[in-house]
Each structure stands twice: as structure tokens, then as C-alpha cells.
């Protein structure tokens, strides 16, 4: 192998390393939904909300397979599971602020739009959400706080669950680290 070819693999693997610390990713973020289903309330999680955010762009991606989640209901626990394909459900969002990876910071409290889209149907939602910046030490990150309501009909999920409520509370968070 001659110089070019060690150079060129030199300037690829490096492009890759610093590029690769651009999307701060995570498959085990924490999401709870809350609703009435026949006017009792019915609280469901998971620990499978898969988070992506750009660093550059502050764009945060998520994807989350309905079937992960876990009701305190047996019955909406047996409808999910009995469904053949995933029930995917993506949202994405930007969060406006330029500087909370990049230094220490008071709360940031702000409202986000998320555009959520699930089986082919896309709508928008408002999340009150809070950005609080933490020391750990060496290591410095922030915790993404969301909080809102989702609207039954826009999602589909009343043609699933029968005698659900007509609004979802949705909250999650996520400590995301900074970027060195």
C-alpha cells in the first residue's frame, strides 16, 4: 500500500470519528401517556422512546413502537400486543435554542412544536417543555423535559382502543450529554 492509500484511509477514518459525534442517540428514553379509557384513567410507559438529536442542527427525532408500551389495563396490554405489524409512531421537533449543549445555563422553558406522525397521518402538537443544565462532575448535560396533550382523533389510536378518551397527556425526558 503506498502513501496516497494510507492518507486516504487516515482522512476517511477521521471523518467518520468526527462526524459520528454530531447525533447524540439513545434507545431507552422514558415516555408516559396518560387517558381515560371508559372514563377510568389508564397510565401507559416505556423505556423504548429511540431519541436522535443533531448537535448543529438541535433537531430531535423520535420513534416509538406502540406495542412497547406498558398499561396498568390488561386488556389495552392484550389489544397492542395482538396487533401483526409495529405501530410506529415518529416525532420530530427543533428545539430554539443555540446554546444549551455548549455551556452552563439557567432553566430554558419554551413551548416546541413537534410534528407526530402515526400511520400515515401527520399532525402537530405543543409540548411545554424545559432544558436544565447539569454538572456530573467531568461531564456536563441537559435534561429535556416535555410535557402536553395529543389529540385522539388526529392519531387514530380511538379505531384501536375502543372508549378512549379524545386527548392523550403525553410527558418524557431525556438527559442528553453535551458535546466536547
Known sequence: MNVKHCLL???????????????????????????LV??????AESHKL?????????????????????????EI??????QEAPLILRFTGTIPSQDFLSKRHDPINFNW????????????SVFKTTLNHFDQGTTTSC??????????PNTGL?????????????QFAQLVLTLE
Do not use: C
Not at 438541535?58 to 398499561?71: A, P, R
Open 158 to 170: 380511538d379505531s384501536l382502543i375502543e372508549g378512549i378518551d379524545e386527548t392523550l397527556e403525553v
Open 113 to 124: 412544536l413537534v410534528k407526530v406522525t402515526y400511520k400515515e397521518k401527520t399532525y402537530q
Open 50 to 74: 429511540a431519541l436522535y438529536l443533531d448537535y448543529d442542527s438541535k433537531v430531535v427525532n423520535g420513534v416509538l413502537d406502540l406495542k412497547t408500551f406498558s398499561t396498568d389495563s390488561p
Open 77 to 82: 396490554n392484550a389489544i397492542l400486543q395482538q
Open 143 to 152: 435534561l429535556i423535559s416535555a410535557r402536553g396533550q395529543v389529540l385522539v
Open 38 to 43: 371508559d372514563d377510568k384513567p389508564v397510565k
Open 9 to 35: 484511509i487516515i482522512l476517511l477514518v477521521g471523518y467518520y470519528r468526527v462526524n459520528a459525534q454530531k447525533v447524540y442517540t439513545t434507545e431507552e428514553g422514558h415516555i408516559m401517556m396518560m387517558t
